[in-house]
């Protein structure tokens, strides 16, 4: 268990201290970008089949003076994005109590250069991801209020 709050950390951090010898986990690796540096989680598999082990990620980000953690689903729990199980609030306060900025990335979409063929494939990657947790999507906001003239209303 971490007993460190997240003052203790930064202070600790600009001085230079390393917060734990070793990362608690050899699934991530790290990198530094303008002078940030990044523990990243394995893209093709689990990192946290719990919420306590969002205590991994801490623990890695510290041991590697980082303040950011990038994250695919697959590193997530399995029931991360249904917002109902609470583990996506819960995961995210206990990176937030030690202010480790975190990051969710898809994999990446092929773009063919054709502007309309791209565009579909962004808006069906969406559709995608809301139809996933179609129940926590805001189905009620009117977004398109005006119809083309004859076209009948879509609410």
């Known amino acids: 268990m971490l007993a460190h709050t997240a ?6 951090l600009d001085d230079g201290a390393d917060l734990l010898a070793e990362p608690m986990s050899d699934e991530f690796t ?11 989680g394995p893209p093709d598999r689990p990192v946290m089949r719990t919420v306590d082990d969002a ?17 695919y689903a697959e590193n997530l ?4 994005f249904d917002l109902s199980s609470g583990e996506a609030g819960a ?7 030690y202010r480790i900025r975190v990051l969710r990335f898809d994999p990446p979409i092929e ?10 494939r962004i808006h069906a990657h969406l559709e995608n991801l809301i139809l996933q947790h179609a129940d926590q999507y805001l189905w009620v906001h009117r977004r ?11 609410y």
Do not use: Y
């Open 144 to 154: 398109w209020k005006t119809r083309p003239a004859g076209e009948p209303s879509i």
């Open 55 to 71: 205590a991994l990620v801490v623990e890695t980000c510290f041991s590697n003076r980082a303040l950011s953690a990038l994250l």
């Open 111 to 120: 773009m063919t250069g054709n502007v309309q063929d791209d565009t579909q």
């Open 30 to 40: 790290i990198s530094e970008t303008g002078g940030v540096r990044i523990v990243e």
């Open 77 to 80: 729990t399995e029931h991360f």
């Open 7 to 12: 003052e203790d950390v930064t202070e600790a």
């Open 91 to 97: 995961v995210l306060q206990k990176l937030r109590n």
